[in-house]
């Protein structure tokens, strides 16, 4: 594996893509986007050449959730989330069992680990209560490597806070998953780097639905 255009990726803050400032003038199924939406960039934070998204030939997208603590409920609730901001069926996402046969893994531990040498993360964090991550890596010839690993932690020691936190940060790094390797600069948007509630808001339904149905990927996944 090579390392990722040496990349280590953390909250910053681009101008919007030229590839989802052209999008927005190409939508021809009004019913599909979300009405007065502002797109945010897609493309992995520091490389514009980078975007990816879940083929069809993958649905559903298989999620593992660690059964420790809260991140099983939270997964359920953060697929259901991002699943109710398509209007038009353009994604199909299931929670597995077994983690073996997932696309995408999300566990719970008491550390960070640290961030694959071959590989890129998008962090993110609310208030110092907890933080997340989602690693992305490419092998030799720019394929995603499965399974992604996304990593939730804690950072207080008030769980009431801690757990309030994963719900939120849970539902942005599925975000990540799905492709969203930006972050927004709306501090209203889930994809914000900071976010503080589990809702999506306008700008967030309306990338992932240009993300979904216009942008061309670069990158693909690694065949199951």
């Given at each position: 594996?090579?390392?990722?255009?040496?990349?280590?990726?953390?909250?910053?803050?681009?101008?919007?893509?030229?590839?989802?400032?052209?999008?927005?003038?190409?939508?021809?199924?009004s019913d599909c986007y979300e009405p007065g939406g502002v797109a945010y960039p897609v493309h992995l934070v520091g490389d514009t050449t980078i975007t990816f998204r879940w083929p069809a030939s993958y649905f559903p997208v298989r999620y593992w959730a660690d059964p420790a603590g809260p991140t099983v409920q939270n997964v359920d609730a953060s697929l259901n989330l991002w699943l109710g901001g398509l209007h038009c069926g353009e994604l199909s996402l299931q929670r597995v069992t077994d983690s073996l046969t997932a696309d995408v893994v999300v566990l719970n531990p008491p550390f960070m680990?640290?961030?694959?040498?071959?590989?890129?993360?998008?962090?993110?964090?609310?208030?110092?209560?907890?933080?997340?991550?989602?690693?992305?890596?490419?092998?030799?010839?720019?394929?995603?490597?499965?399974?992604?690993?996304?990593?939730?932690?804690?950072?207080?020691?008030?769980?009431?806070?801690?757990?309030?936190?994963?719900?939120?940060?849970?539902?942005?790094?599925?975000g990540h998953t799905l492709g969203l390797l930006h972050h927004s600069s709306n501090a209203q948007d889930l994809m914000y780097h900071r976010p503080f509630r589990r809702e999506l808001t306008t700008g967030d339904k309306y990338t992932v639905q240009l993300l979904y149905r216009v942008v061309n990927p670069t990158i693909p996944p690694e065949v199951r």
């Open positions: 594996m090579t390392p990722l255009r040496g990349l280590t990726v953390t909250a910053g803050l681009l101008a919007a893509s030229a590839v989802l400032a052209a999008c927005q003038d190409t939508t021809s199924d680990p640290p961030v694959p040498p071959a590989g890129a993360a998008v962090f993110a964090d609310s208030i110092n209560a907890c933080q997340a991550r989602t690693d992305i890596v490419l092998d030799a010839n720019d394929v995603l490597e499965r399974p992604i690993h996304v990593y939730v932690v804690p950072f207080s020691v008030d769980s009431a806070e801690v757990n309030s936190c994963y719900r939120f940060v849970t539902a942005h790094e599925i």
